[in-house]
């Protein structure tokens, strides 16, 4: 349970409504037992009348209808202070979240796959709302509920007291340590077969093409199926050990009310102790195991949750790939950079850029052109710092970008990646993410700039026009052209290209890159394309080789 537990700031933020759930839950369980041992003391009364029994009716109806009444509405607070809370837990776990992934990104953990990414970001964060929600909160109040019918019991029957206490307790506590032991590797099972059948979801999706082209559904298939059976058996086995518990509950449950019947009885005989009162008691007492059903209910699902706390404790714990240093140096004004005698591999072992050096002048444009997986995007990685190499120095004017916050490098430099989203929203909102101060006349620069403005004007929203999620109302050539002109709203000297035109057809792509010169005029600019450069395109092109090397085209 320590990866809950590791959330326990994000739980106290929201311990007053935590607190009156928890309360509701309490008054609707009380409601609930109170209102069962009163009917039940009154219809054995109003049974008994014949046989002297005096019963004030109108008092007994009047609890009934209140025990009910107060019974309902209390449900419904629990249910909707619950849920609100929840939401709001969840929301602010999400939010955690991702500020806390932002500095770690790109991760260092280059085996984690994308499906178990967003498995992550998703299933795991949803597994934690039956923490409070059906966990902690059905205990707490099973507890006090419990203590206040094990003092009734010792004052009219002190051995069903004992009897009864140690029941609820084995009910409330034991059970449920033990099954939340024995959930811990299920959970864990279920967690990561969970996560299993996203990713493959999202490769059989992704892949989709390229399994059909290459004959490969059937495998996609049975790693598909396999998750899933996975999942299933997991599934089975954390049921069957939920079952148990249930099983073991209502075993207690009749322990207790044996107990109570028993001894119940003996007063009955005895005198002390009248029918009424011992049928209110028996029916007091199997109400308040109500509670105790949610409990194993919701435990069972309690080793999923902490197997999904534990598996973003590892996310959020993950050192970041760079960090800013203690005390950044301030970054002086220019727009050249150079990469002097660097060495990179994500495995140091094979590095992809051997010994490299690169000078580039302020306002000048560079292009890098060479095979797949030489290196071109893992530069642009370097200059924006996303890595650090493991030898030799990146330079942005003239500093070294590692004694430099991350923030102001990345004002000085900006990056088209080959997989720049659209996002869903408008076309306003799409281009302020180069700059949320942008005024309507710079929105329009830029869109001139990357020749989309027309387009834009002929639409009848015009700025305010939606765009689908990942831009699927934009042809390819249109999206890239937006992604360019959020580039260019960015007051970056320096603007860094990796593969802008991937996706695009020839005629678009040539039309792409002879406006790039233009729309880019006085800015640094370093391209990473495959692409065939038209003239005037660029200053200079330099090929990237398989040895990680760079030498002229």
Same mark, same amino acid.
């Given at each position: 349970m320590?990866?809950?537990?590791?959330?326990?700031?994000?739980?106290?933020?929201? #311990?007053?409504?935590? %607190?009156? /759930?928890?309360?509701?839950?309490? !008054? &609707?369980?009380?409601?609930?037992v109170a209102l069962l041992g009163v009917s039940g003391w009154f219809l054995t009364a109003t #049974?008994?009348?014949? %046989?002297? /029994?005096?019963?004030?009716?109108? !008092? &007994?109806?009047?609890?009934?209808?209140?025990?009910?009444?107060?019974?309902i509405l209390a449900r419904y607070g629990e249910r909707l202070v619950g849920h609100d809370t929840t939401l709001r837990l969840l929301s602010d776990l999400r939010g955690w979240l991702f500020r806390t992934l932002f500095p770690r990104v790109p991760l260092a953990e280059r085996g984690l796959r994308h499906g178990?990414?967003?498995?992550?970001?998703?299933?795991?964060?949803d597994a934690l709302d039956t923490v409070f929600l059906v966990g902690l909160s059905p205990i707490l109040a099973a507890l006090a509920l419990g203590s206040a019918v094990a003092a009734g019991l010792f004052v009219l029957l002190p051995p069903a007291g004992f009897i009864y206490a140690a029941a609820l307790a084995g009910a409330t506590l034991g059970v449920p340590a033990v099954l939340i032991l024995a959930a811990r590797r299920p959970g864990r099972a279920i967690v990561a077969a969970s996560a299993e059948l996203r990713t493959a979801v999202l490769d059989g999706m992704d892949g989709h093409?390229?399994?059909?082209?290459?004959?490969a559904?059937?495998?996609?298939?049975?790693?598909?199926?396999?998750?899933?059976?996975?999942?299933?058996?997991?599934?089975?086995?954390?049921?069957?050990?939920?079952?148990?518990?249930?099983?073991?509950?209502?075993?207690?449950?009749a322990i207790a009310l044996t107990g109570v019947l028993v001894f119940g009885l003996k007063a009955l005989k005895a005198g002390t102790l009248d029918g009424p009162w011992l049928v209110g008691l028996l029916l007091a007492t199997l109400g308040s195991f109500e509670a105790t059903a949610a409990i194993v209910r919701s435990i069972a699902k309690l080793g999923t949750a902490a197997a999904a706390a534990e598996r973003l404790k590892a996310l959020a714990s993950a050192a970041p790939a760079v960090s800013d240093p203690a005390y950044p140096a301030p970054l002086p004004e220019g727009a050249d950079l150079a990469f002097e005698n660097v060495t990179f591999g994500h495995d140091p072992r094979r590095p992809v850029l051997r010994r490299l050096w690169l000078e580039v002048p302020a306002g000048s444009r560079i292009a890098l052109v060479g095979p797949s997986g030489a290196g071109k995007s893992t530069l642009l990685a370097l200059l924006l710092r996303l890595r650090d190499p493991q030898a030799g120095t990146v330079r942005v004017a003239g500093t070294d970008v590692r004694t430099i916050a991350q923030a102001d490098l990345h004002r000085r430099v900006a990056l088209l990646a080959q997989d720049a989203p659209v996002f869903l929203g408008t076309l306003r909102d799409n281009l302020r993410i180069g700059d949320p101060e942008a005024d309507d006349d710079r929105l329009w620069a830029a869109l001139g700039a990357a020749r989309l403005a027309d387009f834009v004007r002929a639409l009848p929203e015009g700025l305010d026009a939606r765009v689908g999620e990942t831009g699927r109302t934009l042809s390819a050539g249109q999206a890239r052209r937006l992604c360019l002109a959020r580039t260019l709203l960015s007051p970056a000297a320096i603007l860094a290209f990796d593969e802008p035109t991937s996706g695009l057809d020839r005629e678009t792509e040539l039309a792409f890159l002879a406006d790039l010169s233009a729309a880019t005029a006085g800015r640094t600019v370093l391209i990473a394309t495959h692409a065939g450069l038209p003239p005037g395109a660029v200053d200079r092109t330099l090929r990237l080789t398989e040895a990680g090397v760079l030498v002229a085209a």
């Open positions: 320590s990866g809950i537990w590791y959330f326990r700031a994000l739980f106290r933020r929201h #311990a007053p409504r935590l %607190a009156l /759930a928890l309360l509701l839950s309490l !008054a &609707a369980l009380a409601a609930g #049974a008994l009348t014949a %046989a002297a /029994a005096s019963i004030n009716l109108f !008092a &007994a109806s009047s609890l009934i209808r209140g025990f009910s009444l107060a019974r178990d990414l967003v498995s992550r970001l998703t299933a795991d964060i093409a390229d399994l059909v082209a290459f004959g559904t059937q495998d996609a298939r049975r790693g598909f199926l396999a998750a899933a059976q996975a999942l299933g058996a997991g599934r089975r086995r954390l049921g069957g050990r939920g079952a148990l518990a249930a099983g073991a509950v209502q075993g207690l449950a």
